[in-house]
């Protein structure tokens, strides 16, 4: 994709003719003479007239040549098919894989491969040629997952005997297995039974008591060293670089649960980095910031027993390397944890929380309050992958809102709404947000919905068969250009434009200000006794609660009448017994 400045074939046009569009370099109407790069003339008069947009264009344009491709995956009952990202030709997208049969698929994590399940076996295909590499023929599989790049493939399948070796990590360049080993069963926090880094550079396993490190580039040499932490039951490594390791140890025996920070080097492993005991703890789930600098904890208990929720009780711990933090985030609100997310930059991550309407928060990483996006019916956060936009969503159970953020000029840009919506995500160069209505969560009304990054509908297609999965293709968003620097760009030009234009109508001046006035910074902490004091002084005095301006209500005013009355009607009859 190219970015054209057109001024009507005029080579130094008047600023009130200039303007801006975006042309698909496959369509026909982007040609050599409407190219920004077309003639010597034409370039030294914008990099003369308009130099910093000159090299704005210039910047974007190179990076747009050498992004990759967004795509996406949509699968069907029976088949799947995989289309060329937006911007859609003629708002329809075209399918460069079309209708290849399949019972599930899944991408590795970095998108250079993709895992094709179907009656006859796993197959597996390259991302960029989208052309099978690889097929496997595993009888009774149960599941299957790629390591993050794509390198190894794990299966899991049913075994009749402990002898039968039914985990199996398969090299994908040569199809032989590099490590087999039995496991009895598989649940959410023991599979994938071998967890690699994000750039593969650690591999381990959790045992008995004692976590269990390998090779990654060569399994043959089996277990070269054991980390040992009693009662362990779950844990996690930080993102690339992997230097740590997260652990769950549940609580047993009146001995409260903990989550310990250990190192990945056998040599640094003597005693845990960081450590933090609690109570009430069924499950956890482990989110490290991309810097790895420390985890989040979200820690779930099966029953809440102070009876305030129906689905248990959710507490949020965050835990440093340094040490700065070991202990709860502090949430200024009572409720469930719903959702975390860390920005792609690792300095920052947003929690929505509490009782319904929620609130959303976003802590820097010393866990110090940034800023406030203020309460709504929401459960749900994703950060754009650049890191700019921001969307806050209620969706399953909630009317589906969704309000779009710009992170960076602090304002909302956006509000819609996408109904049943069972999975959302950003695209991988951050300029599209999809929603998706799948089967089996929801049997009708499937449906597949584009928006912008502001929130306008960009594409809907609905399926009157059912839709069982949507997702974009994995990409580094670094892959991807900035549009920062051409907005800064643009908006510096000085264009002269009718009168009515620059001052715009009442209506759009009163929905920009209702847009920036959503984002608000952190309020002053009111201890939770005191949030419902003008509910008790309401059913105490009959009326609404004095306003902090000093001005009361018409009940309020009525009620201290009735009061005076009785107090002279007391003080009369006081008087009148002492005659």
């Not at 003339?41 to 947009?53: D, G, K, T, V």
Request: hydrophobic letters at 35%.
């Amino acid at each position: 994709m190219s970015f054209v400045l057109s001024c009507g074939g005029v080579s130094n046009p008047p600023a009130g003719r200039m303007r801006f569009r975006e042309v698909n370099p496959s369509s026909s109407s982007s040609s050599s003479s409407s190219s920004f790069f077309s003639g010597p003339e034409l370039r030294a008069a914008y990099r003369i007239q308009f130099p910093s947009l000159f090299l704005s264009l210039l910047n974007m344009s190179s990076s747009a040549e050498q992004s990759p491709p967004v795509e996406i995956l949509v699968r069907e009952p029976d088949f799947f098919s995989i289309w060329a990202g937006p911007p859609f030709p003629a708002s329809n997208p075209s399918s460069k894989l079309d209708k290849i049969p399949c019972s599930a698929t899944k991408f590795s994590q970095d998108g250079s491969k993709l895992l094709v399940s179907s009656k006859s076996g796993i197959s597996i295909y390259d991302c960029k040629t989208l052309s099978e590499i690889r097929k496997f023929e595993i009888p009774a599989l149960l599941a299957a997952v790629f390591s993050p790049c794509g390198t190894y493939l794990q299966t899991f399948q049913k075994s009749a005997s402990p002898q039968e070796k039914n985990v199996a990590l398969w090299s994908v360049a040569s199809g032989e297995p590099a490590f087999q080993f039995f496991q009895k069963n598989m649940s959410k926090t023991t599979w994938p039974s071998v967890q690699f880094s994000s750039d593969e550079s650690t591999a381990c396993r959790i045992a008995t008591n004692e976590i269990q490190f390998f090779d990654s580039k060569d399994f043959s040499k089996g277990i070269i060293y054991k980390l040992r932490i009693p009662g362990v039951t779950s844990f996690e490594i930080s993102k690339a670089p992997a230097s740590h390791l997260a652990a769950y140890v549940a609580e047993s025996k009146g001995i409260p649960g903990s989550v310990q920070i250990y190192s990945t080097k056998k040599e640094l492993q003597t005693q845990p980095i960081a450590r933090r005991s609690f109570f009430r703890c069924s499950s956890v789930v482990f989110q490290w910031s991309t810097t790895s600098y420390g985890v989040l904890v979200t820690a779930h208990a099966d029953v809440d027993k102070t009876n305030q929720s129906y689905y248990g009780e959710t507490k949020l711990y965050y835990l440093t390397l340094d040490g700065a933090h070991e202990g709860l985030v502090p949430l200024r609100k009572e409720g469930p944890v719903h959702d975390v997310q860390w920005s792609v930059s690792g300095s920052e991550f947003a929690v929505v929380y509490g009782f319904m309407p929620a609130k959303v928060t976003i802590f820097d990483k010393k866990c110090n309050v940034l800023v406030e996006l203020g309460e709504g019916p929401y459960n749900t956060i994703r950060w754009n992958p650049k890191g700019r936009f921001i969307c806050v969503a209620g969706f399953g159970n909630l009317p589906g809102h969704m309000v779009f953020w710009d992170y960076i000029e602090k304002k909302m840009i956006g509000q819609t709404k996408a109904e049943w919506s069972v999975t959302s995500e950003w695209s991988p160069d951050g300029r599209y947000f999809m929603t998706a209505t799948t089967a089996p969560r929801l049997q009708i009304d499937n449906c597949l919905k584009i928006f912008k990054h502001d929130g306008s509908t960009y594409f809907t297609k609905m399926y009157d068969n059912k839709l069982y999965q949507a997702e974009w293709k994995p990409e580094a968003p670094e892959k991807f250009g900035e549009i920062n620097d051409l907005v800064k760009s643009v908006g510096t030009l000085k264009i002269d434009e009718p009168k009515k234009q620059v001052q715009g109508s009442k209506t759009a001046q009163s929905s920009s200000n209702n847009l920036n006035a959503g984002f608000s910074k952190p309020a002053a902490y009111r201890p939770p006794h005191s949030k419902n004091a003008a509910k008790v002084q309401q059913e105490l005095l009959g009326g609404a609660a004095p306003s902090s301006s000093g001005e009361m209500s018409k009940n309020a005013l009525k009620n201290k009448k009735k009061r005076e009355k009785q107090r002279e009607k007391k003080a009369a009859e006081a008087g009148g017994n002492d005659n």
